[in-house]
């Protein structure tokens, strides 16, 4: 593929990919977008003063569960008609795709592997194949998952390259979302990124405060009340297929129902030392020039990777391992270690070859319930873990 800057043979690929995804589900008469129809009706409720939280948009999961300052950003769509304003935004979360992967592959190019990838744009093109089965979900339901890992990952460019002002405000309008995204904080208070962890609170209390200006303290504290309740009353429907709680509650019938809290405290522990060791290493090689910039860059691919595995949430959200996907991808070309190539390949056609189409409604039913997507997940981090312990024996600093 042909590299000019960001269009190039790569995002004529995702382009041609999205805008026949578009035409076939406008064709066959699919072109829903489910949770865009909630995101839509919700920021027009808004305006008109109706009822937000506890309404049923769409059948289903059709209820609205972001915080009342996400509504702003959904606001300008409401100027259009719902089919003009679902284009828009369709194709907004195609952008997003191109340029995540984009930027994706800088980041491992520059702080994992050094600048030595030959062929990237193909291995990019591979990579986007790898999460095709999650890309036509978001796109279909016109989720924003794909915008909030492309804001988290320009949040780390920008700590990366000293723009911490930015990248906490970034970091801020992400977790204003989907406020499990906080947990990209550890890395941050550990390497000590103040000036970031103080924009993305300052970021985080002025988007809880917009509802205040525009509707005043009773009916913004009212707002709030009803965004709790409605985490509460629906926060539990989804019974997280993805995540290791839900497959060892399925292996094991008595596993406790505390379970998944003794899971969580696992996590911040293990990813807590994984991170205080990189510290203690990368003191230890005084002089070696990006040894902490990379630790840094795979401690953050790292934990959105686990997050699927982490919160109880709908299985479109196993696209934040594509950070790993992409490294493991181009370590394995880069430096030849093909060995790896048949443990790669098992373990993504379980992370991402789950489809009706290509395995029957039957096995596809089976792996999605038996939890051994997030299985899949699970296993892809921990290789790609391997593979990052491999690359730092064999190069200390990489920048």
Same mark, same amino acid.
């Given at each position: 593929m042909k590299k000019t800057g960001y269009f190039n043979g790569f995002t004529l #690929?995702?382009? *041609?990919?999205? =805008?026949? !995804?578009?035409?076939? +589900?406008?064709?066959?008469n699919r072109f829903l977008l489910a949770d865009f129809i909630v995101y839509y009706s919700a920021a027009a409720n808004y305006i008109a003063g109706s009822p937000v939280y506890m309404v049923s948009f769409y059948s289903g999961s059709g209820y609205y569960k972001y915080s009342p300052a996400i509504l702003f950003f959904f606001m300008p769509y409401t100027l259009f008609p719902?089919? *003009?304003a679902a284009v828009i935004h369709f194709l907004v979360l195609g952008t997003a795709y191109g340029y995540t992967m984009l930027l994706l592959s800088g980041l491992v190019t520059r702080y994992l592997l050094g600048n030595g990838v030959k062929h990237r744009l193909w291995l990019l093109a591979l990579s986007f194949c790898c999460i095709m089965m999650h890309v036509n979900r978001e796109l279909y339901l016109g989720n924003i998952n794909i915008v909030l890992l492309m804001l988290s990952c320009m949040a780390l460019r920008d700590m990366l390259t000293a723009r911490d002002l930015r990248g906490g405000i970034l970091l801020g309008l992400v977790v204003l979302a989907k406020p499990y995204l906080l947990l990209l904080?550890?890395?941050? &208070?550990?390497?000590?990124r103040w000036r970031a962890m103080v924009w993305l609170s300052v970021t985080g209390f002025g988007g809880l405060l917009l509802p205040f200006i525009f509707s005043g303290p009773m009916k913004s504290i009212q707002l709030y009340r %009803?965004?709790?309740?409605?985490?509460?009353? @629906?926060?539990? %429907?989804?019974?997280?297929?993805t995540s290791i709680d839900y497959f060892l509650h399925n292996l094991f019938p008595g596993w406790p129902a505390w379970g998944a809290i003794m899971l969580f405290l696992l996590f911040l522990i293990l990813i807590t030392s994984f991170i205080v060791r990189n510290i203690r290493l990368e003191k230890q090689e005084v002089g070696t020039a990006g040894m902490t910039d990379?630790?840094? !860059? #795979? %401690?953050?691919?790292? &934990?959105?990777?686990?997050?699927?595995?982490? &919160?109880?949430?709908?299985?479109v959200l196993m696209m934040f391992a594509s950070p790993v996907i992409i490294f493991m991808i181009f370590y394995i070309a880069s430096r030849k =270690?093909?060995?790896? &190539?048949? *443990?790669?390949?098992?373990?993504? =056609?379980?992370?991402?070859? +789950?489809?009706d189409d290509l395995?029957?409604?039957?096995?596809? @039913?089976?792996?999605m319930e038996s939890g051994l997507m997030g299985i899949g997940n699970f296993l892809l981090a921990m290789v790609a873990l391997y593979l990052f312990f491999l690359n730092r024996k064999a190069t200390p600093g990489t920048s």
């Amino acid at each position: 593929m042909k590299k000019t800057g960001y269009f190039n043979g790569f995002t004529l #690929f995702v382009a *041609v990919i999205c =805008l026949l !995804t578009l035409a076939l +589900n406008m064709i066959n008469n699919r072109f829903l977008l489910a949770d865009f129809i909630v995101y839509y009706s919700a920021a027009a409720n808004y305006i008109a003063g109706s009822p937000v939280y506890m309404v049923s948009f769409y059948s289903g999961s059709g209820y609205y569960k972001y915080s009342p300052a996400i509504l702003f950003f959904f606001m300008p769509y409401t100027l259009f008609p719902y089919k *003009v304003a679902a284009v828009i935004h369709f194709l907004v979360l195609g952008t997003a795709y191109g340029y995540t992967m984009l930027l994706l592959s800088g980041l491992v190019t520059r702080y994992l592997l050094g600048n030595g990838v030959k062929h990237r744009l193909w291995l990019l093109a591979l990579s986007f194949c790898c999460i095709m089965m999650h890309v036509n979900r978001e796109l279909y339901l016109g989720n924003i998952n794909i915008v909030l890992l492309m804001l988290s990952c320009m949040a780390l460019r920008d700590m990366l390259t000293a723009r911490d002002l930015r990248g906490g405000i970034l970091l801020g309008l992400v977790v204003l979302a989907k406020p499990y995204l906080l947990l990209l904080v550890i890395p941050l &208070i550990l390497r000590r990124r103040w000036r970031a962890m103080v924009w993305l609170s300052v970021t985080g209390f002025g988007g809880l405060l917009l509802p205040f200006i525009f509707s005043g303290p009773m009916k913004s504290i009212q707002l709030y009340r %009803e965004w709790i309740n409605s985490l509460l009353v @629906h926060g539990g %429907e989804y019974p997280g297929k993805t995540s290791i709680d839900y497959f060892l509650h399925n292996l094991f019938p008595g596993w406790p129902a505390w379970g998944a809290i003794m899971l969580f405290l696992l996590f911040l522990i293990l990813i807590t030392s994984f991170i205080v060791r990189n510290i203690r290493l990368e003191k230890q090689e005084v002089g070696t020039a990006g040894m902490t910039d990379r630790d840094f !860059t #795979f %401690e953050w691919f790292l &934990i959105l990777a686990l997050l699927p595995n982490l &919160i109880r949430t709908d299985w479109v959200l196993m696209m934040f391992a594509s950070p790993v996907i992409i490294f493991m991808i181009f370590y394995i070309a880069s430096r030849k =270690l093909y060995r790896m &190539i048949p *443990v790669l390949v098992i373990l993504l =056609l379980v992370y991402g070859a +789950n489809s009706d189409d290509l395995l029957g409604k039957s096995l596809s @039913h089976t792996i999605m319930e038996s939890g051994l997507m997030g299985i899949g997940n699970f296993l892809l981090a921990m290789v790609a873990l391997y593979l990052f312990f491999l690359n730092r024996k064999a190069t200390p600093g990489t920048s």
